[in-house]
């Protein structure tokens, strides 16, 4: 039965499925290293951990189906694409992380190392399989049930923190918009917001929603409801990190600060209660992602989707058992292949732009410097130090914007050239 709020229930649930790990462990970070730069480095993060996200769901919309979304370089492009990011998405890093999160942030501080570490991943990853199993349940246990409580304990950590405890600044650091915006990769938000639009889009068909326009109008004022919800909690959570700098030593990890804070804030209530959130918020990532994933996949390999699921679950199981940091770290240089080809892939959505060359020129030379520059700074190739030294920002992490944009330039160019040729020969 149709309702004129079914768009904040479909709000609450990308915001469920966005939420997870990174969205709870990085915004603390980046307000900390910032310290009184912390606004520079709040709206980089910004931009890049809610912009972008929002821009993806509003281009796929736009597009009208995933297969749409990349279909100007070629169905092989779109389906290798694709199927790179949602490895990455699914049994890689995202997933993983969810476990290895809830463990790290959940259990040992309130329970401590009782529960083995891969007994635990196991028990998580069965949760995530059996809910996941049943799809059609998704809207109604994420995005009626454990996002508001995620909320509520979020909420009041955010207000006390805010408004009724004391403030020390650190020194900021120089690069803080930088930092915020490289930082907001690490959420992955962005990769994953044409297949969380599908999902939502699937939502709404599922509350009866038949026609595509409405379909759409609901997806739009449901996106920006959970960018409302992703506002307070980035800004609250990286303001955090900022203002109580002070009490925490200089080399403290993601884990210790977002911890710590929940204690300093709440007391030991603030403990558990960070516990319950993020085992909530993680869950819900969990089963939102693996089964994104698992219909990608079912449907391109014709195999059924609960094999796809429980394949999923078993090797994120295992590789959850590696820690944050690890997980992290092997997230770094494939965000930074994967996240300008897919800020391009938005933008032409966005605005609109038709031309196959464009795509292809733009798309493929994105993706080229991006290989080089993690070969560069990932792995340590410095003979192609000489190469960046000319391309503005590359110290930054932002080499392809420069390359990106002789790339569109060159497009124009030779679309040009071609119209003019073909008029001389006609």
């Given at each position: 039965m149709k309702k004129k709020i079914d768009f904040i229930a479909v709000g609450f649930t990308i915001l469920a499925i966005f939420f997870g790990a990174g969205n709870l462990i990085f915004p603390p970070e980046i307000g900390f290293n910032a310290g009184s730069n912390w606004f520079l480095a709040l709206l980089g993060f910004f931009i890049s951990g809610i912009g972008l996200p929002l821009l993806g769901i509003l281009a796929l919309n736009k597009a009208g189906s995933l297969e749409k979304f990349g279909e100007k370089i070629g169905s092989k492009f779109t389906n290798i694409y694709t199927a790179l990011i949602l490895i990455c998405l699914g049994p890689i890093v995202a997933i993983p992380r969810t476990g290895a999160t809830t463990y790290e942030m959940g259990i040992l501080p309130n329970i401590g190392d009782k529960i083995n570490p891969l007994i635990f991943s196991i028990i998580f990853f069965t949760i995530t399989l059996i809910l996941t199993l049943r799809p059609s349940k998704i809207v109604e246990y994420v995005g009626k049930i454990l996002t508001p409580v995620i909320l509520v304990i979020l909420s009041i950590l955010i207000i006390k923190g805010v408004f009724f405890t004391e403030h020390i600044f650190r020194d900021g650091t120089v690069n803080s918009f930088t930092s915020g915006f490289i930082n907001g990769y690490q959420p992955m938000d962005a990769l994953g917001a044409p297949l969380v639009a599908v999902i939502a889009i699937n939502a709404i068909i599922?509350?009866?929603?038949?026609?595509?326009?409405?379909?759409?109008?609901?997806?739009?004022?449901?996106?920006?409801?959970?960018?409302?919800?992703?506002?307070?909690?980035?800004?609250?959570?990286?303001?955090?990190?900022?203002?109580?700098?002070?009490?925490?030593?200089?080399?403290?990890?993601?884990?210790?600060?977002?911890?710590?804070?929940?204690?300093?804030?709440?007391?030991?209530?603030?403990?558990?209660?960070?516990?319950?959130?993020?085992?909530?918020?993680?869950?819900?990532?969990?089963?939102?992602?693996?089964?994104?994933?698992?219909?990608?996949?079912?449907?391109?390999?014709?195999?059924?989707?609960?094999?796809?699921?429980?394949i999923i679950c078993v090797a994120s199981a295992i590789i959850s058992n590696a820690g944050i940091g690890s997980i992290i770290k092997l997230a770094i240089p494939i965000l930074m292949i994967f996240y300008p080809v897919h800020i391009v892939l938005i933008i032409f959505n966005v605005i609109g732009v038709k031309d196959s060359k464009t795509y292809k020129i733009t798309v493929y030379t994105t993706l080229l410097i991006s290989i080089l520059d993690v070969l560069r700074t990932q792995f340590g190739v410095t003979g192609l130090n000489g190469l960046f030294e000319f391309l503005p920002f590359s110290n930054d992490g932002f080499a392809w914007v420069t390359v990106t944009l002789l790339a569109v330039t060159i497009s124009i160019i030779v679309n040009i050239l071609d119209k003019k040729e073909k008029e001389t020969i006609v």
């Open positions: 599922t509350l009866g929603y038949k026609n595509q326009d409405e379909r759409k109008s609901i997806l739009n004022r449901a996106s920006i409801i959970s960018s409302v919800g992703f506002v307070f909690i980035y800004g609250g959570l990286l303001y955090l990190g900022a203002a109580l700098a002070g009490y925490f030593p200089e080399g403290v990890s993601q884990t210790e600060l977002t911890i710590g804070i929940s204690n300093l804030v709440l007391g030991k209530f603030g403990q558990l209660a960070l516990g319950i959130a993020i085992a909530a918020a993680c869950i819900t990532t969990s089963i939102g992602l693996t089964a994104m994933v698992a219909e990608f996949f079912s449907k391109l390999l014709n195999i059924k989707y609960g094999v796809v699921v429980s």
